[in-house]
Structures are given as C-alpha cells and as structure tokens.
C-alpha cells in the first residue's frame, strides 16, 4: 500500500494551509490545484522546502492541470470566493455555484473513486451541488462544517469556564449558516454539563442561561466575527484544521464520530438533504449517522436550520444548477 494522495482543488489561503498542514503530519502526496497560474506550485515549493526542517518527506505537487488529480484517494474542495465584511454566507451562492460545476465535473472525470470533502460556501448548498453532478456515492461526498462550529463553541466555553479546550466537549448540528444549532445539552467538561459548571460558578440559573445564550450566538456568528477581523477573506486556519480532523480519520479508518455535513436519508426526519449531524468517519468516508433523541427546543431549532438549507438549495435549483 502506497501512501495516499491528497488533491486540494483551490490553493488559496485554505488550501494552503491544507497542504501545510498534511505534509506536517504525513498524511499523504498532495496535489494542490488552482487556475491560478503558477501561485499553486509556488505554494507547494514553498512548503517542501521546509522539509528537512520540519521532517517530512511526501511529495507535493503545485498544478493548474486537472489531470494530475488523477487517482486520488482523497479530494478537498475549497475552490469559490471567500466572503467579505457584510456578507452572508448564502450571497457567495451565484459565483460559487458555477465554480463548484466545473470542479465537480472534472473531480467526477480525473478522480471517480474519491472521497470528497467539500469546504466551499455556502457549504450546505456547495455538498449537495457536488453530489448531484458527480453521481458519487452519498457516504463519500462530505461537507466540512460541524467540526469547525463545534471547537469554536468548545473554545468559548473552555474560555468562560477557565478550563483546558482539551477536556471540552460540545457538538454543533444543522446547517452552516446562522440558524446552525449548538446542542448545549450535551456540551460538557469531561461528562460534567457546562450548564452545570455554569450555574456553580454564577450561583443563578438565569444569568448561566445568558451566559451561555451569548456564547451560542458568538458561535453561530463566529465565521462573520472573523471576517470581520480580516477585512479582505475569510476564516483559513480553522476550516483547515477542522478538514484535517475528517481527513485524518479517513486515512487512518478511525472511525471517529464527528458533526460532519452529510446526506440524510430519512435520519432525524431529514430525507434528501445535506446537514450537519454526527456521523462515523472511517476509510469509507461516512458510514454511519448517528440518531440520537432530541427534545422539542432542539429538534424545532434543527428543523429550523433545515428549513434553511432546503431555502437555499432551491435558490441554487432556480438559478438553475
Ligand atoms: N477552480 C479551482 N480553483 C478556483 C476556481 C476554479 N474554478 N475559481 C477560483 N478558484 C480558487 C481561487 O483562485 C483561489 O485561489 O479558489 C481559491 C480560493 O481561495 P481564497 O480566495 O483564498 O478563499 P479561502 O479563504 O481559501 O476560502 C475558500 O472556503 O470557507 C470557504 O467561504 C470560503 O468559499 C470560500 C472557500
């Protein structure tokens, strides 16, 4: 068994990262794609050169040639234009669309065998797009979503409560934009409810419960805090990282149960539509959904959230994708 091989289709500020990042941790040959002449394998040269310092020795390939995708065991998208100050995810949905169609037909012409793993906004529409043009299997087109939603909700918690991030734990599902849902009943320190934690260190259940509602709408905005910030792009570091999570228990078949983006058939009452649930991840892309019961609040909230995704995929089918 050879290594795998990685391709990155967009070698912007993710996708670099991305391919810094795989190297790093030797998760395979990368391929980094782009239209950009030149810009992906100046990239790619910039990061092998570091080899000998950082101790790695898989191969990277800058292109602007989509054959050289071919074979992949792994494809990450991040192709599409990242949001500015003011916008929404779902005002990217025209541009990215288009982007997103060649993308798809080329990856479903150089790479059929892969599993995919979509980063591109607005995310949930994005998934849903590749899965249609591509034809593949539902389990291996996969969105990146919940696991990045689900550490920034973790990293305000560990924040307020003054604890590691390591021992928290806190789950994001629903769609990737503001209705997205923070399951705060089963966030918790080491099995111990934040609430909990929360109500000890106030000793008022009203102002916990504020506390925490102001960390759950921080979280939903988290993206657009970020964009905010930067003034010129998106969020890159994290939506790396957050790939990393799910490509890594790909390559290692960890079977990690992670709030990934996937394709609902039937599970929590969703049939046909690409949300954000926890899902096993192993070498076959998602196996397996995880159902779990919700109470009312949140079960209202994530039909709220997909109420949403359904709104922009039908926006998408009317500008006719
Ligand atoms: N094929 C391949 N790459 C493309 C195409 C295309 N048709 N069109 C644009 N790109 C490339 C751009 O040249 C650019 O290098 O996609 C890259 C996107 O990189 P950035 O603009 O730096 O954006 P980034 O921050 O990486 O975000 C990428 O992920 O989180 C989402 O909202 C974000 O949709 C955005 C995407």
């Not at 390591?166 to 009943?185: E, F, Q």
């Not at 009203?206 to 969020?235: D, F, H, I, P, Q």
């Not at 149960?257 to 058939?265: D, E, G, R, T």
């Amino acid at each position: 068994m050879g290594r795998k091989k990685i391709s990155i289709i967009g070698g912007g500020q993710i996708g670099g990262v991305l391919a810094q990042l795989i190297a790093l941790r030797q998760l395979g040959d990368v391929v980094l794609f782009d239209i950009v002449e030149d810009m992906p394998q100046g990239k790619t040269l910039d990061i092998v050169e570091a080899s000998r310092i950082d101790g790695f020795d898989v191969s990277l390939k800058g292109t602007n040639d989509y054959k050289d995708i071919n074979g992949s065991d792994i494809v990450i998208v991040t192709a599409g234009l990242p949001r500015k100050p003011g916008m929404s995810r779902d005002d990217l949905l025209t541009t990215n669309a288009k982007i997103m169609q060649t993308v798809a037909e080329n990856v479903k012409k150089h790479a059929a065998n892969s599993i995919a793993i979509i980063i591109s906004n607005p995310l949930d529409a994005m998934v849903t797009l590749f899965k249609k043009i591509t034809g593949f299997p539902a389990g291996k087109v996969i969105g990146q979503a919940g696991v990045l939603d689900s550490s920034r909700f973790a990293t305000f918690i560990a924040w307020e409560l003054g604890v590691s991030v390591k021992d928290v734990n806190a789950m994001v599902l629903g769609g990737h934009g503001d209705t997205m849902v923070p399951i705060v009943r089963y966030a918790n320190v080491n099995g111990i409810p934040a609430m909990e934690l929360l109500e000890k260190k106030y000793k008022d259940k009203e102002k916990a419960s504020e506390v925490m509602n102001a960390m759950v709408e921080r979280t939903k905005m988290a993206g657009g805090e970020v964009v905010k910030l930067l003034k010129t792009g998106s969020a890159f570091y994290s939506p790396a990282s957050a790939s990393i999570a799910m490509v890594e228990a790909i390559v290692y078949d960890e079977k990690r149960m992670l709030p990934v983006c996937a394709y609902l058939n039937g599970e929590f009452g969703v049939k046909g539509y690409y949300v954000g649930v926890p899902a096993v991840l192993g070498a076959a892309g998602v196996e397996k959904i995880i159902e779990f019961d919700l109470i009312a609040e949140e079960k209202a909230l994530l039909d709220n959230s997909v109420t949403a995704v359904k709104g922009l995929v039908v926006d998408m089918e009317r500008l006719g994708f």
